[in-house]
């Protein structure tokens, strides 16, 4: 029994001044990898890596194979720059002492 039924989906993905939208119709069935193909996105941005960058659907990370509903909405996530933990970590030993009792203290000695 083939089903030769299509549904619509958007393909996202962001780089830090543009974010570009496809939107593209794939068969019933379809999984997120194949959507991902199809938008045309892989050619466009060489920088993206399957293997490497993660991906999601409406926020939510998500397998490559996983099987995409109507209007869903497929994510390509960058690749992380700096580590948010060492970010925050940064900006605080830098900034504002804002815990009693936390952060560096000078020893007397």
């Given at each position: 029994m083939e089903n030769n039924e299509h549904?619509?989906?958007?393909v996202a993905y962001a780089l830090p001044n543009v974010q570009e939208i496809v939107t593209?119709?794939?068969e019933a069935g379809a999984t997120l990898r194949q959507a991902i193909e199809r938008s045309g996105l892989l050619n466009r941005y060489p920088e993206i890596d399957l293997a490497v960058?993660?991906?999601?659907?409406f926020g939510r990370l998500a397998k490559q194979d996983?099987?995409?509903r109507a209007r869903d909405?497929?994510?390509?996530y960058r690749?992380?720059?700096a580590d948010p933990k060492e970010v925050r970590k940064q900006r605080a030993a830098e900034g504002k002492r804002m815990k009693k009792g936390g952060g560096d203290t000078e020893e007397a000695g």
């Open positions: 549904i619509q989906v958007e593209v119709e794939v960058n993660k991906v999601g659907i996983e099987v995409l909405r497929v994510e390509i690749v992380l720059i």
